[in-house]
């Protein structure tokens, strides 16, 4: 007998603790069953029994829209006429007292779309299945289940009226762990969470899980109040546990009395998705007037203003017009988004008193989103004076305190108590942000190479950081490690430096090397251009930029510098855009904003790439980027300016990104050891820095006889008949590329430290993928397959760089000299010929041109001309072969070929799926509406792999 608990009895354990949670259990086979019991429940919700067309005009209004639409389906009313006549508001959920709802519990309900699927727990409330769980047995990968969703989604979910597209939340467990997340077809298993106590500490065991977050009224209360409708995307996101605790003690301290508090969560954990939370839950309260959530205009980009003014119409004017602020103030509007400057100067001149007499006594609470900025304070002091009924709230990664004060109030002093804490080593312990990895070069040394104290005012350091010659250097490390660093351009990083004169000085000099052909990355960036300031590297500190250039004094040598350098960018990427006023500066820095945060977008296309941001300040407070994963530093930072700039590159985004890159030119370890320990604690600094590279190196080696262990050599790797041995070889192979992608971030990264030669590494890889690509197949027959779940991380292994071009490129030097007279140089031909099949074996995007590559090496090559160019010669051979796959596609799927020419060429510009109006146009015999979604489906599959096959991964030919 098993020594493990399977996954059956996994399944009656939670079942059965579920039914003592109260809910009813219900054998519900098959679609018909679950309908049937809908209709009961619903009539049951809503005290009515509804007809068979009653219930058929129910399921038709149901069945309409994608996920995103249906979540607001379900918490909307539908008004249903009734036989007779008469209309009756049909209510799906009830979101207001969400304990009064109907609670069930089914399993194993059988669908049937492209596959038949049994899914193992579903939770009904009112009929409807809003919560999954997917089961695991113990001691399998946790993200087996997760992969076993998204095929759901893919297979099923959508079949057989779609009601399973109204699941709100996912939970999966393999009984020892438990997780959940919300239905977002395209989440990444890192955006799925562990439920923890108010103290943080994890709750991963399914029982204890079942017992407080699938206990009836908190789910309900999760699913009505916590989860996010994200008008921009078009996705359904749910709060984590330490955001849930934030928004309930703010509601809490709301509704018993007036006093403030503030939510320290570190920079990375979401804060300001708890903060429009908490703002739209208090304004649910009718004990209060109005929620002002306050933000630096930094911070209020093209995104939030969106996302605020779809949840409520009107609340945040994107302009500088303080009259309008005014307006809402003074008027009916409940929410109001403002910027702090706004606010300040509305509270602060003496013409709007007037028009804000009204809202002056009334009950107003204030959300300030980033809190520990530096205007805080003056506006503290301005609204206490100014409303008699304020109440305060502030959010901040980074408090202030007496340490960190430099002169300012503490947070402590502005807000009083802590409401809530979520530090960094609690985010990294969930995973919800990286680790940092932190590289020190360039530091300021004697002679005799001991380190000078850079604070010392004897020495003449800023002549130093500022010498054009060290400039220089610096940008000649960055263009030879910014590959390494950036996964070859796959993100973006920011250079920040300590002032406007040394940010010009470093753009010149990469503009110049550029010029010059030293490299080819994509440099851009923005300052405030004001007189200097004292000392803007004194304090460490980083100061708050102001993006209001129309009242500000002009050092018009420093705005014609940007203004050059913009024409640089407009140049770069075919935009308009000016810093000449105000209006033009902040407009350039919104579209620097959005460049970034969309590269992690799925229709993000390579020529929209920004590969450098040089800043001083701007960018390195409140600004969310997924695809920035380095951060280079030549300017004196400390305390909360430290944490903040470090934490711009610590986004959790897939495998790829392990950890968040930091490179300092100066020597800034004591000032890191010295932020951690007050924004954590001394014993942190271990788990928020990432161990040197020595450890990772033998963590690598140890891995690699591990693997060897399992299969002594690539060839081995076909002796592992069992699915079980296969699994072990995996998952050996991807701790393996795990570790290697970490080590190659490192400067002093060296292929010769590693127990494996190259070659041999590259063979195994190719055995891995092997196994990939036959247990990948989506076959009807696979479900059982333990290997099948498993997440490959082929991201982990794909080198850009391998491209058709370099393959040509090597095939015509084993062309020039495979008839040498030299013995030597005969066998050199043949060993690249062996580079080129190894390569089409390992290199996973060129995988699917494998076979048509060989045909030309092997039917063609030989009866080339002599005087042809191997280029040309694979060129004409490439066009053919993608013509005969054009007209072979368009016979078997009876599709008009110019119709089809017409949606790849569509593709090519926008980067999007084809439209499934588009492909039904193109067919020439129209599928029956029940065949049409398959038909549509396989087509676009077909279009995605004739482009992935002829057109990408190509190079330079």
């Given at each position: 007998?098993?020594?493990?608990?399977?996954?059956?009895?996994?399944?009656?354990?939670?079942?059965?603790?579920?039914t003592?949670?109260?809910?009813?259990?219900?054998?519900?086979?098959?679609?018909?069953?679950?309908?049937?019991?809908?209709r009961?429940?619903?009539?049951?919700?809503?005290?009515?029994?509804?007809?068979?067309?009653e219930?058929?005009?129910?399921?038709?209004?149901?069945?309409?829209?994608?996920?995103?639409?249906?979540?607001?389906?379900?918490?909307?009313?539908?008004?249903?006429?009734r036989?007779?006549?008469?209309?009756?508001?049909?209510?799906?959920?009830?979101?207001?007292?969400?304990?009064?709802?109907?609670?069930?519990?089914?399993t194993?309900v059988?669908?049937?779309?492209?596959?038949?699927?049994?899914?193992d727990?579903?939770?009904?409330?009112?009929g409807?299945?809003l919560?999954?769980?997917?089961?695991?047995?113990?001691?399998?990968?946790?993200?087996?289940?997760?992969?076993?969703?998204?095929?759901?989604q893919?297979?099923?979910?959508?079949?057989?009226?779609?009601?399973?597209?109204?699941?709100?939340?996912?939970?999966?467990?393999?009984?020892?762990?438990?997780?959940y997340?919300?239905?977002?077809?395209?989440?990444?298993?890192?955006?799925?969470?562990?439920?923890?106590?108010e103290?943080?500490?994890?709750?991963?065991?399914?029982?204890?899980?079942?017992?407080v977050?699938?206990?009836?009224?908190?789910?309900?209360?999760?699913?009505?109040?916590?989860?996010?409708?994200?008008?921009?995307?078009?996705?359904?996101?749910?709060?984590?546990?330490?955001?849930?605790?934030?928004?309930?003690?703010?509601?809490?301290?709301?509704?018993?009395?007036?006093?403030?508090?503030?939510?320290?969560h570190?920079?990375?954990?979401?804060?300001?998705?708890t903060?429009?939370?908490?703002?739209?839950?208090?304004?649910?309260?009718?004990?209060?007037d109005?929620?002002v959530?306050?933000?630096d205009?930094?911070?209020?980009?093209?995104?939030?203003?969106?996302?605020?003014?779809?949840?409520?119409?009107?609340?945040v004017?994107?302009?500088?017009?303080?009259?309008?602020?005014?307006?809402?103030?003074?008027?009916?509007?409940?929410?109001?988004?403002?910027t702090?400057?706004?606010?300040?100067?509305?509270?602060?001149?003496?013409?709007?008193?007037?028009?804000?007499?009204?809202?002056k006594?009334?009950?107003?609470?204030?959300?300030?989103?980033?809190?520990?900025?530096?205007?805080?304070?003056?506006?503290?002091?301005?609204?206490?004076?100014?409303f008699?009924?304020a109440?305060?709230?502030?959010?901040?990664?980074?408090?202030?305190?007496?340490?960190?004060?430099?002169?300012?109030?503490?947070?402590?002093?502005?807000?009083?108590?802590c409401?809530?804490?979520?530090?960094?080593?609690?985010?990294?312990?969930?995973?919800?942000?990286?680790?940092?990895?932190?590289?020190?070069?360039?530091?300021?040394?004697?002679?005799?190479?001991?380190?000078?104290?850079?604070?010392?005012?004897?020495?003449?350091?800023?002549?130093?950081?500022?010498?054009?010659d060290?400039?220089?250097?610096?940008?000649?490390?960055?263009i030879?490690?910014?590959?390494?660093?950036?996964?070859?351009?796959?993100?973006?990083a920011?250079?920040?430096v300590s002032?406007?004169d040394a940010?010009?000085?470093?753009?010149?000099?990469f503009?110049?090397?550029?010029?010059?052909?030293?490299?080819?990355?994509?440099?851009?960036?923005?300052?405030?251009?004001?007189?200097?300031?004292?000392?803007?590297?004194?304090?460490?500190?980083?100061?708050?930029p102001?993006?209001?250039?129309?009242?500000?004094?002009?050092?018009?040598?420093?705005?014609?510098?940007?203004?050059s350098?913009?024409?640089?960018?407009?140049?770069?990427?075919?935009t308009?855009?000016?810093?000449?006023?105000s209006?033009?500066?902040?407009t350039?820095?919104?579209?620097?904003?959005?460049?970034?945060?969309?590269?992690?977008?799925?229709?993000?296309?390579?020529?929209?790439?920004?590969?450098?941001?040089?800043?001083?300040?701007?960018?390195?407070?409140g600004?969310d980027a997924?695809?920035l994963?380095?951060?280079?530093?030549?300017?004196?930072?400390?305390?909360?300016?430290?944490?903040?700039?470090?934490?711009?590159?610590?986004?959790?985004?897939?495998?790829?990104?392990?950890?968040?890159?930091?490179?300092?030119f100066?020597?800034?370890?004591?000032?890191?050891?010295?932020a951690?320990?007050?924004?954590?604690?001394?014993?942190?600094?271990?788990?928020?820095l990432?161990a040197?590279?020595?450890?990772?190196?033998?963590r690598?080696?140890?891995?690699?006889?591990?693997?060897?262990?399992?299969?002594?050599?690539?060839?081995?790797v076909?002796?592992?008949?069992?699915e079980?041995?296969?699994?072990?070889?995996?998952?050996?192979?991807?701790?393996?590329i795990r570790?290697?992608?970490?080590?190659?971030?490192?400067?002093?990264?060296?292929?010769?430290?590693?127990?494996?030669?190259?070659q041999?590494?590259e063979?195994?890889?190719?055995?891995?993928?092997?196994?990939?690509?036959?247990?990948?197949?989506d076959?009807?027959?696979?479900?059982?397959?333990?290997?099948?779940?498993?997440d490959?991380?082929?991201?982990?292994?794909?080198?850009?760089?391998?491209?058709?071009?370099?393959?040509?490129?090597?095939?015509?030097?084993?062309?020039?000299?495979?008839?040498?007279?030299?013995?030597?140089?005969?066998?050199?031909?043949?060993?690249?010929?062996?580079?080129?099949?190894?390569?089409?074996?390992?290199?996973?995007?060129?995988?699917?041109?494998?076979?048509?590559?060989?045909?030309?090496?092997?039917?063609?090559?030989?009866?080339?001309?002599?005087?042809?160019?191997?280029?040309?010669?694979?060129?004409?051979?490439?066009?053919?072969?993608?013509?005969?796959?054009?007209?072979?596609?368009?016979?078997?799927?009876?599709?008009?070929?110019?119709?089809?020419?017409?949606?790849?060429?569509?593709?090519?510009?926008?980067?999007?799926?084809?439209?499934?109006?588009?492909?039904?146009?193109?067919?020439?015999?129209?599928?029956?509406?029940?065949?049409?979604?398959?038909?549509?489906?396989?087509?676009?599959?077909?279009?995605?792999?004739?482009?992935?096959?002829?057109?990408?991964?190509l190079?330079?030919?």
């Amino acid at each position: 007998m098993a020594d493990y608990q399977s996954e059956a009895q996994l399944e009656a354990g939670l079942v059965k603790r579920l039914t003592g949670l109260g809910y009813a259990p219900v054998k519900l086979p098959d679609m018909p069953a679950l309908h049937a019991n809908l209709r009961a429940q619903l009539g049951r919700h809503n005290g009515v029994t509804l007809s068979d067309a009653e219930f058929a005009k129910v399921l038709n209004h149901l069945d309409k829209g994608n996920v995103f639409e249906k979540a607001k389906t379900l918490r909307g009313r539908m008004q249903l006429t009734r036989d007779d006549g008469t209309p009756l508001y049909l209510q799906f959920l009830n979101t207001q007292e969400w304990c009064q709802n109907q609670y069930q519990v089914t399993t194993q309900v059988t669908v049937t779309g492209h596959h038949k699927t049994r899914f193992d727990v579903t939770l009904l409330v009112n009929g409807l299945p809003l919560v999954q769980i997917e089961l695991k047995r113990r001691g399998v990968e946790l993200k087996e289940a997760f992969n076993q969703i998204n095929r759901y989604q893919r297979h099923s979910y959508w079949a057989e009226s779609a009601l399973f597209q109204y699941v709100q939340l996912f939970v999966i467990s393999n009984g020892v762990n438990t997780k959940y997340y919300a239905n977002n077809r395209n989440q990444d298993f890192k955006q799925t969470f562990f439920w923890a106590k108010e103290d943080n500490a994890l709750v991963t065991q399914l029982d204890a899980f079942a017992d407080v977050f699938l206990e009836k009224c908190h789910v309900s209360k999760m699913i009505s109040k916590y989860i996010v409708l994200h008008e921009s995307d078009k996705i359904l996101m749910v709060l984590r546990p330490y955001q849930y605790y934030a928004v309930e003690a703010i509601d809490a301290r709301v509704k018993v009395g007036r006093k403030n508090g503030y939510i320290w969560h570190t920079t990375g954990s979401g804060k300001t998705l708890t903060s429009f939370k908490a703002a739209q839950v208090l304004i649910e309260n009718p004990k209060v007037d109005k929620v002002v959530f306050v933000v630096d205009r930094a911070d209020l980009d093209y995104q939030t203003t969106k996302e605020f003014n779809h949840f409520s119409d009107g609340s945040v004017d994107g302009t500088d017009n303080t009259k309008a602020l005014v307006d809402q103030l003074g008027g009916d509007t409940k929410l109001i988004v403002t910027t702090i400057q706004k606010l300040n100067t509305a509270i602060s001149r003496d013409r709007y008193e007037g028009p804000l007499q009204a809202v002056k006594d009334q009950r107003v609470v204030f959300i300030f989103d980033e809190c520990h900025r530096s205007q805080f304070g003056d506006t503290h002091k301005r609204i206490v004076q100014f409303f008699s009924k304020a109440q305060m709230f502030g959010f901040t990664g980074t408090p202030i305190f007496a340490d960190n004060a430099v002169g300012k109030r503490t947070t402590k002093d502005l807000f009083a108590e802590c409401l809530h804490k979520y530090v960094i080593t609690d985010a990294i312990a969930d995973e919800n942000v990286l680790r940092f990895s932190v590289e020190y070069w360039g530091k300021l040394k004697r002679k005799d190479g001991s380190l000078i104290d850079e604070d010392v005012p004897a020495i003449n350091v800023k002549e130093f950081f500022d010498n054009p010659d060290r400039i220089d250097g610096v940008v000649d490390w960055i263009i030879q490690n910014h590959d390494r660093k950036t996964h070859n351009k796959q993100f973006s990083a920011m250079v920040c430096v300590s002032s406007v004169d040394a940010l010009i000085a470093y753009y010149e000099t990469f503009r110049r090397k550029k010029e010059a052909g030293e490299h080819h990355l994509r440099v851009a960036t923005i300052f405030t251009y004001g007189p200097n300031e004292a000392d803007p590297d004194a304090d460490g500190l980083i100061g708050d930029p102001d993006l209001n250039m129309a009242d500000a004094p002009v050092d018009v040598h420093k705005r014609d510098r940007l203004e050059s350098f913009v024409a640089d960018y407009n140049a770069m990427y075919q935009t308009k855009e000016t810093v000449k006023d105000s209006a033009g500066f902040y407009t350039y820095y919104n579209h620097l904003s959005k460049r970034l945060k969309e590269r992690d977008r799925k229709d993000a296309l390579d020529k929209d790439r920004l590969d450098i941001l040089l800043v001083v300040n701007m960018f390195l407070t409140g600004f969310d980027a997924k695809k920035l994963n380095t951060l280079y530093v030549d300017k004196n930072l400390k305390y909360h300016g430290l944490i903040q700039a470090f934490s711009r590159t610590n986004r959790i985004l897939g495998q790829l990104k392990s950890q968040g890159n930091i490179v300092c030119f100066r020597n800034l370890k004591p000032n890191t050891d010295q932020a951690i320990t007050l924004f954590s604690n001394k014993e942190a600094i271990e788990t928020i820095l990432m161990a040197p590279y020595g450890d990772y190196l033998d963590r690598f080696n140890l891995a690699v006889a591990a693997l060897k262990n399992i299969a002594a050599d690539p060839d081995s790797v076909d002796d592992l008949k069992s699915e079980e041995d296969q699994l072990a070889f995996v998952q050996a192979f991807r701790d393996l590329i795990r570790l290697r992608n970490i080590l190659n971030s490192f400067t002093e990264y060296d292929a010769g430290d590693l127990d494996i030669e190259p070659q041999v590494f590259e063979d195994y890889k190719s055995k891995y993928l092997d196994i990939h690509d036959k247990t990948k197949a989506d076959k009807a027959d696979d479900a059982a397959s333990i290997i099948n779940e498993v997440d490959f991380e082929l991201e982990l292994i794909q080198r850009d760089e391998i491209n058709v071009a370099y393959i040509l490129v090597l095939l015509a030097d084993a062309l020039a000299d495979q008839d040498s007279l030299d013995p030597i140089i005969r066998d050199a031909s043949k060993a690249k010929k062996k580079m080129v099949f190894d390569l089409l074996g390992s290199e996973r995007h060129l995988r699917s041109k494998r076979d048509l590559i060989e045909k030309f090496i092997e039917q063609h090559m030989p009866v080339m001309p002599a005087d042809q160019a191997i280029t040309d010669a694979f060129n004409d051979f490439w066009d053919a072969e993608k013509s005969d796959a054009i007209v072979a596609i368009c016979t078997t799927e009876k599709l008009d070929p110019s119709a089809f020419k017409k949606m790849i060429e569509k593709y090519h510009f926008s980067g999007k799926k084809p439209l499934q109006g588009d492909i039904v146009d193109a067919l020439t015999t129209k599928p029956k509406i029940l065949e049409r979604k398959s038909v549509v489906e396989r087509i676009a599959a077909k279009l995605l792999g004739l482009v992935a096959t002829f057109d990408e991964g190509l190079g330079s030919l």
